[in-house]
């Protein structure tokens, strides 16, 4: 005789929900590790930025079941960036895990993606912002958040945002961040647009 199967209780199945998180962060722990220590320079190319950023968020979508809820908005204008496009899913990926580690099952993440004009810069760059409204970090913390081997969170390992902050500025890019204690926290990253966009800042950055 068949019986029907029992149902999970939500106790138990929020309890394999985390532990299949946990093991995301453990899997992106390694990955950072070989990243670092097979880092490969950048290669500028013209990338299609709906492919990766749609690779990226369903990706997310797949291990954060359950977990802080991701609205993304992607700008007509924001379909290519001048970028190496591994690089740019592992800064995406990474970031996009530590805003849901500091939101918490019950937060709240948006990414939204455009091409921008800012008057200090010698073209138009490909931005990328990330906000989640977690715990936030630190005042005294926030200049360091980029420093190797610190972090903020009890179970970090200080290398994510050093390895974004080196995949970004090889890539002629800039990455920030802005934050509030126990409100919020948002990482905006700018990159080429294009080649002549790539040309004009690596005039820049050279002095020439």
Not at 11 to 32: C, H, M, P, Q, Y
Not at 60 to 74: A, D, N, R, S
């Amino acid at each position: 005789m068949n019986e029907s199967a029992s149902p999970i209780p939500r106790e138990v199945f929020d309890d394999l929900e985390s532990l299949k998180r946990n093991i995301g962060f453990t899997i992106t722990t390694a990955r950072k590790l070989v990243d670092f220590s097979q880092y490969q320079p950048p290669n500028y190319r013209a990338s299609d930025a709906v492919i990766i950023l749609n690779e990226v968020i369903e990706e997310y979508q797949k291990q954060f079941t359950g977990g802080p809820v991701l609205e993304f908005q992607i700008a007509d204008n924001a379909g290519k960036v001048f970028a190496d496009s591994q690089h740019l899913r592992q800064v995406l990926r990474i970031l996009l895990q530590n805003s849901a580690r500091a939101a918490g099952d019950s937060g709240r993440i948006q990414l939204s993606v455009q091409q921008v004009s800012n008057p200090s810069m010698p073209s138009d760059l490909w931005e990328v912002e990330i906000w989640d409204n977690g715990k936030g970090i630190p005042a005294d913390s926030i200049e360091r958040v980029f420093d190797a081997n610190y972090s903020t969170a009890p179970d970090g390992n200080g290398m994510g945002l050093a390895y974004v902050k080196m995949i970004v500025e090889d890539n002629l890019g800039d990455i920030r961040v802005e934050s509030k204690e126990e409100h919020f926290t948002r990482f905006l990253v700018h990159l080429p647009v294009n080649r002549e966009s790539y040309l004009r800042l690596k005039e820049m950055r050279d002095g020439n």
